[in-house]
């Protein structure tokens, strides 16, 4: 039995984009911000394995904030989940949680690519 994530999108955030940077600026930063958050979910990846947990508090940190300017809501609480196992020093409740964000992570990536209002 694998465990599902279905990600919570606040469209309305990309709607904002639009109005405020115009279509196609929009999408390059809508853009940037995905392939960035895929480089970061990487990166926190390999630091769980032999990474400072500062340096992937500090990465969390930052996709967490680049998941919010696009709406990417539960990317962005997940990636809080994490930060507040390491802050607690549970490594069993960081690895769990880490499994969570690579697999939310991935399905909200992928639906906001689906998105019909965002067409690239």
Not at 2 to 9: A, G, T
Not at 31 to 54: F, H, N, T, W, Y
């Amino acid at each position: 039995m694998s465990p599902v994530e279905y990600p919570d999108m606040d469209p309305a955030q990309i709607r904002t984009l639009c109005a405020d940077l115009g279509l196609h600026q929009a999408e390059d930063v809508i853009c940037r911000a995905m392939e960035e958050l895929a480089q970061k979910l990487c990166q926190v990846q390999d630091m769980a394995i032999s990474g400072p947990r500062q340096d992937m508090h500090k990465t969390l940190r930052s996709l967490s904030a680049i998941a919010l300017q696009i709406g990417m809501t539960s990317l962005s609480r997940v990636a809080h989940d994490v930060m507040t196992c390491i802050e607690f020093g549970d490594i069993v409740a960081e690895s769990a949680t880490l499994a969570r964000l690579a697999r939310t992570g991935e399905r909200s990536l992928t639906q906001l690519w689906d998105i019909n209002e965002f067409s690239i």
